[in-house]
């Protein structure tokens, strides 16, 4: 499809997930099976990742792969279309089923509010959440370096789409927004409870390293 019908798609999309039941994330038990997800780029593919985590302990259970030629172009609001297939990809290939997502990329903080953690926890049927590593979207409703676990709403139109969450003392925060199937608060928790000595959640940041050198040839 076109840009401008991926957009429409996107804000039809975006209506349909006001409807969509919302569950506990104590309700999923523990230990939890996270995955991270995330995607890079070599040429004209795409190359995506998938780790999962055991959570507590961040035991790595299973790992997923997948490759494909990019076939939507670069439009900013419309990684999506770029990179949840490719994503999809890599959940059908693990050995498990996760019980919930972390996106590497924006969930309803987002201009339509349908990020990427949106299409792929929705199309998967798992609770997922989006992990951006900057602001989309919104105003920060304070600034600075705060504490690790510290986090306020992230507002866009005078409407609540995520949070800042600073996952380490004194460092930059992330941009937590909900996905699909968990509420704001339960999101903000799990990334928390998924990060330990970095900054990025771990179960992301070993998809990363693996997209990434997946893309660099190795």
């Keep these: ?6 957009a429409s798609l996107q804000k039809e999309l975006a209506e349909e997930w006001e ?13 939890l099976l996270v995955a991270g997800l995330d995607a890079a780029y070599r040429g004209g593919k ?12 961040f035991r790595l259970v299973a790992t997923g792969f997948a490759e494909r030629e990019v076939s939507f172009p670069y439009v900013p609001g419309l ?20 019980d919930a997502l972390l996106v590497d990329g924006a969930g309803r903080a987002h201009p339509r509010r349908f990020g990427l953690a949106c299409h792929v926890g929705g199309l998967a049927g798992l609770p997922s959440v989006g992990v951006a590593k900057s602001r989309l979207v919104g105003e920060v ?17 005078g409407e609540v789409v995520g949070a800042v969450v600073w996952t380490r003392t004194g460092s930059r ?8 199937g968990l509420r704001l608060e339960d999101c903000v928790s799990l990334v928390l409870r998924c990060t330990g000595r ?11 390293q693996r997209a990434g050198k997946a893309a660099a040839g190795f």
């Design 1 to 6: 499809m076109s840009p401008g019908e991926a």
């Design 19 to 31: 409807k969509m039941p919302v569950i506990s994330l104590e309700g999923l038990g523990e230990p």
């Design 46 to 57: 795409v190359f995506g990742s998938c780790a999962v985590l055991e959570v507590p302990g």
């Design 79 to 98: 990684l999506s279309f770029r990179e949840a297939p490719v994503l999809l990809d890599c959940l059908e290939a693990l050995p498990v089923r996760p």
């Design 141 to 157: 409703v304070t600034s600075g370096r705060g504490r690790r676990g510290e986090w306020r709403k992230l507002l866009d139109r």
């Design 173 to 180: 925060p992330l941009y937590v927004s909900q996905g699909h």
């Design 198 to 208: 970095y900054r990025v959640p771990e179960p992301i940041r070993l998809a990363h």
